[in-house]
């Protein structure tokens, strides 16, 4: 007698763990210390603010695929972010995929307040925001969806355009530095 094949249990979007855990507090320190050993690379999400018509942007080290049917992209914003109102606003925002040299533009992107584009040179993409010189790529997409997640935001953006700018390795970051890929 043959055993009937069990049957996929249904997955619930909402389902976050069959199994609840009883939470232990994890110190922040510990947190970044391990976590800061994923390498990941780093973008600049820029636009043109609708109300000033200047160029905005932050970075980010936190950038995925989602999807590629359709075309889908994530990154994550700080809810203290006030860059990202602005590029929020924007119809079409930019990704640029910064290459290894890159680290003075992620610093300047990174800044709070003042002309982050000061000194920095760039074009226009086909949505319209700032393509920066020499990146590797880039990626002209608009927001789908926005999840609050902890002290972030998880904003998950449909792609409208992409291209390859620049060779090179990229820009990674790694226990807490700058740093660059060698295969």
């Not at 110190?27 to 970044?32: E, I, K, L, S, V």
């Not at 989602?66 to 006030?82: I, N, Q, R």
């Not at 020499?134 to 449909?158: F, Q």
């Amino acid at each position: 007698m043959s055993t009937p094949a069990a049957s996929p249990r249904p997955v619930s979007p909402h389902l976050v763990s069959p199994h609840p855990v009883s939470p232990r507090p994890v110190d922040g320190r510990r947190f970044r210390s391990v976590l800061g050993r994923f390498a990941t690379g780093v973008v600049a999400i820029t636009a043109v603010d609708p109300d000033s018509g200047e160029p905005c942007g932050l970075t980010a080290n936190s950038f995925t695929s989602v999807s590629l049917d359709p075309p889908l992209v994530a990154f994550c914003v700080a809810h203290t972010s006030t860059s990202w109102p602005r590029l929020r606003a924007a119809r079409i925002q930019t990704v640029n995929v910064l290459a290894e040299h890159q680290r003075s533009v992620c610093a300047a992107l990174a800044s709070k307040g003042g002309d982050k584009f000061a000194g920095l040179g760039w074009t226009e993409s086909p949505g319209g925001n700032p393509v920066i010189d020499d990146v590797l790529a880039w990626i002209d997409c608009s927001t789908e969806a926005e999840y609050p997640a902890g002290d972030h935001a998880i904003v998950v953006s449909r792609v409208h355009n992409l291209g390859i700018h620049g060779d090179g390795g990229p820009l990674v970051f790694f226990q807490g530095d700058y740093g660059r890929f060698r295969a």
